[in-house]
């Protein structure tokens, strides 16, 4: 392992030190973590307080790292899509110098659309604050970051007089842009046969672009071929519309002068069309004057905001007709500012610098100095960074000890592995965790941890140690037993059976050892008979106790299990729209379900309710704004 090859200054050229953040002493790679860069920071506290109103029964917690490798699916969420200068568009950690995607460029009285060029991308790390929009989109920037407006540019936060003053966003603000993005289609079975459905126009023409003709040969002779003629469905699925959508387009579809249309239609895929476009609520009108040989033609209206979402929620092959040169910034998409909130984090953002100096995110005219987050941006606990940018706070023993010595803490009950695991994989080279047990332990302070990472084990002697001064409390998250499922959902961590074998070691060294089931996941680990066979694995494994709980999923961690579960289970989408509509948590006729399950298996083996580690249900339901999937 090469971790003292490397630091701030010598790493550059590999992969550069966030600017800006505090105490940083070097960035490190290293081959056992590719794609996996450990910024080690001098922190100045590390004992940190839950605000006020939260529902966990603490209120202290230590995160010795902020970021964390075990990659869990519910943990962290999707990336900003940003527009492609051929009309796609592509993640914002997946830009790279060089990628050409739209920006924008004044002309007399208006901004237009224009091509550009990536010149940079990096990250660095800055006070968050969430932006909430008229339609429930939510921003994390900086407050440095700037938006465009209907009054120009404004920075996110600032004053009206003094040093800080400059113009920036207040309630009542419309941000300019298109609109957010839709979600792009699943390369499903349905949707392949809904595009040679639409390539064929119901008549079997020829002649198509290049690019759908590459598709359509895929789909003819790849992994799993279709054959032609392909049948109709009688009643189409979502996918087969969208599949059918983009193959009318590849097929003689056009998009000049700002207008869509769909022209050639015989009177069945005129039909199938129509059909199509009202189940996804587009504006359309049939254009018989336009239509000759008995054909009929289709025109999409409402702008350019409605034609870049049939473009996204179809994907046509055809990128070269979805240019958007050139057109002027319009949109009645409702984004008016409703709130700018400080979420009291310093977070790792992403930044580019283009050739405009901006660029084009989830359909707000971002300028450069961006941020990834929440339900478009990255977050620190939310976003592809999280697994791979870890700020290691490598003095956190030391710094915990001076805080925990002063006569104005009362020792309060400390909890570990809150927010990122202790026990995460790179605790093996950093060992900062037996200097954090020893610290509490000496200062009469009790603590719990709750990990998924069998290094604990290491560290049994030193709990035992400050188990005769103080409570600790240890507790383990096993969600599942499917190991199949577990590398997708949870693909850095231990597997099922390594977790019961680290219950097993705990409680034999003679701590008690409680269990977090969580999250248990509906329609996919919540039947009586998963449970049963989970919680008897637990038990015999020698748990003391167990607390089972449903999925929580907050802003920025639900994007991103909302995509996952669309592409791995599509089925059970309806499902999580009933049970968790626009809340973080599950409805509450479903935890009283859950509940009724879970406590007659309890009792049947012998597990006590665990209190020590489960952050209790809400008291209400949370609305985030964000509606799953």
Aim: charged share 20%; net charge positive; with cysteine.
């Amino acid at each position: 392992m090469r971790w003292n090859s490397l630091s701030a200054d010598r790493a550059g050229a590999e992969q550069p030190a966030i600017p800006g953040l505090p105490g940083l002493v070097r960035s490190v790679r290293t081959p056992e973590f590719a794609g996996v860069v450990f910024h080690e920071v001098l922190a100045k506290s590390v004992l940190n307080k839950v605000p006020g109103g939260s529902p966990m029964p603490f209120r202290w917690t230590v995160n010795p790292y902020r970021g964390c490798t075990h990659a869990c699916s519910y943990c962290l969420h999707g990336d900003t899509p940003v527009l492609m200068a051929d009309g796609t568009t592509k993640p914002m950690a997946d830009l790279r110098v060089g990628d050409r995607v739209y920006g924008t460029e004044r002309r007399g009285s208006y901004r237009h659309y224009v091509p550009t060029e990536v010149l940079d991308h990096w990250s660095t790390v800055k006070p968050g604050y969430r932006v909430t929009l008229a339609d429930g989109t939510q921003l994390i920037a900086s407050g440095d970051h700037r938006f465009l407006t209907e009054r120009g540019w404004k920075h996110v936060t600032g004053d009206t007089s003094g040093a800080a003053r400059r113009p920036h966003l207040t309630a009542g603000n419309k941000l300019m842009g298109t609109g957010r993005f839709a979600q792009p289609p699943k390369d499903t079975a349905d949707y392949r046969r809904g595009y040679l459905c639409g390539i064929a126009r119901g008549d079997g023409a020829a002649g198509i672009p290049v690019e759908a003709a590459g598709r359509v040969a895929e789909y003819l002779t790849g992994d799993l071929p279709l054959t032609l003629p392909v049948e109709w469905p009688r009643t189409p699925t979502d996918e087969w519309r969208k599949g059918l959508l983009a193959g009318v387009f590849d097929a003689d579809g056009t998009f000049a002068h700002r207008i869509l249309r769909l022209p050639n239609l015989s009177a069945r895929t005129l039909a199938a069309v129509t059909e199509a476009l009202g189940a996804f609520g587009f504006r359309h009108a049939v254009e018989s004057r336009r239509a000759p040989d008995d054909r009929a033609c289709v025109r999409v209206d409402g702008g350019l905001a409605e034609h870049l979402r049939l473009f996204h929620t179809t994907d046509p092959a055809a990128t070269g007709k979805r240019a958007i040169d050139d057109a002027a910034i319009k949109s009645g998409a409702r984004l008016g500012v409703v709130s700018v909130e400080p979420l009291g984090l310093d977070l790792p953002l992403f930044d580019i610098t283009t050739g405009t100096g901006d660029f084009i995110a989830n359909g707000v005219v971002s300028h450069n100095c961006f941020a990834r987050g929440s339900h478009t941006y990255l977050d620190l606990d939310a976003g592809r960074d999280f697994d791979s940018q870890i700020v290691v706070k490598v003095n956190a023993a030391q710094v915990l000890a001076r805080q925990l010595a002063a006569p104005s803490w009362r020792r309060e009950h400390v909890a570990m592995g809150s927010n990122t695991d202790p026990y995460q994989r790179a605790e093996g080279r950093y060992k900062i965790m037996p200097g954090i047990i020893r610290a509490l332990g000496r200062a009469g302070t009790p603590f719990s941890i709750l990990t998924k990472g069998t290094l604990l084990t290491r560290d049994l002697p030193d709990l035992l140690a400050a188990r005769q001064d103080v409570g600790v409390g240890v507790g383990v998250s096993i969600a599942l037993l499917d190991r199949e499922l577990q590398r997708s959902l949870e693909p850095g961590t231990a597997t099922p059976q390594a977790r019961l074998e680290l219950v097993r070691r705990i409680t034999d060294a003679g701590l008690p050892c409680g269990v977090m089931v969580a999250p248990v996941l509906p329609g996919l680990t919540d039947s009586v008979e998963q449970l049963d066979s989970l919680l008897a694995a637990i038990a015999a494994a020698g748990a003391t106790s167990a607390s089972v709980m449903a999925l929580h999923v907050r802003p920025g961690a639900r994007e991103w299990f909302a995509a996952w579960l669309a592409r791995e289970h599509p089925a059970l989408v309806p499902l999580y729209r009933r049970v968790y509509g626009t809340s973080s948590y599950a409805d509450p006729r479903y935890r009283q379900s859950l509940s009724a399950r879970v406590a007659p298996l309890l009792r049947r083996h012998g597990l006590a309710v665990s209190a020590a580690v489960r952050p209790p249900e809400p008291r209400v339901p949370v609305d985030d704004q964000l509606t799953l999937l």
